[in-house]
């Protein structure tokens, strides 16, 4: 019996690392005990993250197929068919003729049966559609809704791991399928998830100090360069010279590269048609530029004065005041954080969200999608009012709140679309801008002292 059973003191130690096994009997007869680490599990742990993951792809699934059947059935009023039709054109080796309009309207009854608005983005944009473009019209809407939606995890994942910790990314995304903006992105065919994501990417990066890859993640978002180049101008002018110069060289460089790519697709002349074809692009009948429907700056002076000659001046003074603001926030954050701290990170963050909202209200080109980007300020927002201690003034908390609560109310929305009055939605995207970001930070200035 001896043989047969382990030593008493081996078993004791065993048991005492609560992981042993023991291995069949060698040819001896005498049986080895191996106090190693057993084959790991999957716990209670991970399978309750893996059930949630599963449990939010059935539901990304389900919306992009809700979205792209019903849809797809009819897609009148989406812009999808003007990005594939581009995409078609390049396909078919008309890219010199991509800002023409008549062929633009031409591809569009061929291939989406209707007349719709103008292809408006740069060449190279409509490259990325060739990876749709190549199914029916109707399966290309689909895929792309299901692209769109994936663009929302990734960029979720990453905002989580690296700057929300105690956020769930799968709550994040559910909790992002209420905001109007983003489902009329995922309705529309559009592209400002896609935008997001870049953004989201630039903003991880530049805070881990890899402000070469942030500027090389700024580079692609240039197809929205109405919404690119004011983030970049505004991190040029804040940045110190360490991170400032690998930012703007990698932007440089990818900049560079789209052009070149944009001259082979439509031909040197690219960069004399394109200027030409925005500057005269209202005169076009589906030139798709309503100002009363930016909520910005511009949808809001246009708003409230339509033409007037003081139009312009507001516009002006409202750009500049901004920019100040912006910039006196950046100077600020330098002041306040210290080296390698959590008030460091807690100050980048506000005024890169301070960053987005400017980069919004200044625009001059703005569609209600395109109001997706600003989840990533008001993710920001929302983690640090509502993770620090002490919280919010009274005033300054009931004034965030409702100017969040009235961006994520669905029949405000579709009020200010319908009515036409959608600049009316700049009003709680220039609260959060001059109020949640100030209080946030004179929040952190009294929990964590400078210096």
């Not at 408006?120 to 060739?130: Q, V």
Request: charged share 10%; aromatic share 12%.
């Amino acid at each position: 019996m001896t043989g047969i059973m382990p030593r008493r003191e081996e078993l004791s130690k065993c048991l005492r690392r609560r992981a042993f096994y023991i291995e069949p009997r060698s040819a001896s007869g005498e049986p080895s005990i191996d106090c190693g680490v057993l084959p790991s599990y999957p716990t209670p742990r991970t399978f309750l993250s893996r059930t949630k993951t599963f449990a939010l792809l059935v539901l990304l699934c389900a919306v992009a197929a809700l979205v792209g059947l019903r849809f797809s059935e009819s897609l009148q009023g989406t812009d999808f068919p003007d990005f594939y039709c581009a995409a078609r054109m390049l396909a078919q080796g008309q890219g010199h003729q991509l800002y023409n309009a008549d062929i633009q309207h031409q591809y569009q009854a061929r291939y989406a049966g209707r007349v719709g608005t103008l292809y408006i983005h740069p060449p190279f944009e409509a490259l990325l559609y060739l990876a749709v473009a190549w199914l029916p019209m109707r399966r290309a809407y689909l895929l792309w809704s299901f692209l769109n939606l994936a663009f929302m995890a990734i960029a979720a994942r990453r905002l989580t791991n690296q700057v929300l910790p105690t956020w769930n990314w799968r709550y994040l995304v559910a909790a992002s399928l209420t905001f109007v903006p983003l489902l009329l992105c995922c309705i529309q065919g559009q592209d400002s998830l896609l935008l997001l994501l870049l953004v989201v990417l630039a903003f991880t990066d530049l805070r881990q100090g890899r402000a070469f890859v942030a500027g090389f993640w700024l580079g692609l978002g240039l197809f929205k360069f109405q919404l690119i180049l004011p983030i970049v101008l505004v991190l040029v002018l804040t940045q110190s010279k360490p991170a400032r110069n690998p930012l703007v060289k990698a932007f440089i460089l990818v900049a560079l590269a789209l052009a070149a790519l944009s001259a082979v697709i439509c031909g040197w002349s690219v960069f004399t048609v394109y200027p030409n074809f925005l500057a005269h692009l209202q005169q076009q009948p589906f030139a798709g530029i309503v100002p009363s429907a930016m909520a910005n700056f511009r949808g809001f002076t246009y708003f409230f004065l339509h033409q007037s000659p003081g139009a312009v001046t507001a516009l002006l003074m409202l750009s500049a005041a901004a920019l100040i603001k912006t910039l006196t926030d950046w100077k600020r954050a330098r002041l306040r954080s210290q080296p390698s701290s959590a008030t460091s990170h807690h100050e980048f963050d506000l005024a890169f969200a301070s960053t987005i909202l400017f980069a919004l209200l200044i625009s001059y080109h703005l569609n209600p999608h395109d109001l997706s980007l600003s989840l990533l300020p008001i993710s920001l927002l929302l983690h640090h009012n509502l993770g620090r201690k002490p919280r919010l003034a009274r005033a300054a908390k009931w004034i965030t709140l409702a100017s969040l609560g009235i961006l994520f109310l669905p029949p405000l929305h579709l009020w200010a679309l319908k009515a036409g009055a959608y600049a009316l939605v700049a009003l709680p995207l220039l609260a959060l801008f001059l109020f949640g970001i100030s209080s946030a930070r004179q929040d952190t200035a009294t929990a964590v002292p400078a210096g």
